[in-house]
């Protein structure tokens, strides 16, 4: 895992992160990337959750969901060994997406961003590890478009 303080770098209501990693099938959750004010109380976390480990965009504020956009079971299940290319796009407040593989996954215009400070690939605040090999890491200031970013997902 790697751990990074940002310093006015990230512009945290105009934003896109990506990930591409390794899936796992037998994992129950995984982090690919997890940026953060040194909690996972306020977050955006990009990774794999549930059973079956599917794509997750997961967005939080003090302690409260504000979004949490996975796909339904059976929909881009993780894989083992197989490559992964995720995507959590957020804009002002109440717009939020994931996509996976250059496709949107879900949307969420329900809550608001966190305010962040610190970038970790392939752990939490609270937890390391969970067995993900990142190979690239993507964080952009300002939102973009769906066809934007997936032209740099399929680049990567």
């Known amino acids: 895992s790697l751990t990074y303080l940002v310093t006015g770098h990230l512009l945290p209501n105009n934003g896109v992160m990506i990930a591409v990693g390794d899936g796992r099938s037998g994992l129950v959750e995984m982090r690919f990337l997890h940026i953060d004010d040194g909690t996972d109380n306020n977050r955006f976390l990009l990774g794999g ?57 879900g949307t969420d215009t329900s809550g608001s961003n966190p305010a962040v400070t610190t970038i970790r690939i392939g752990d939490t605040p609270t937890a390391a590890g969970f067995g993900v090999h990142v190979r690239d890491v993507c964080i952009f200031a300002g939102r973009m478009t769906v066809a934007d970013v997936a032209t740099i997902m399929n680049a990567l």
């Not at 993780?78 to 796009?89: E, N, P, R």
């Open 49 to 105: 959750d549930a059973s079956p480990v599917r794509p997750r965009f997961l967005v939080s504020l003090g302690g409260a969901t504000q979004a949490d956009i996975q796909p339904a079971g059976g929909v881009d299940d993780f894989s083992d060994l197989v490559q992964k290319k995720l995507a959590g796009i957020y804009g002002n407040s109440n717009d939020f997406e994931l996509l996976s593989s250059g496709v949107s996954r």
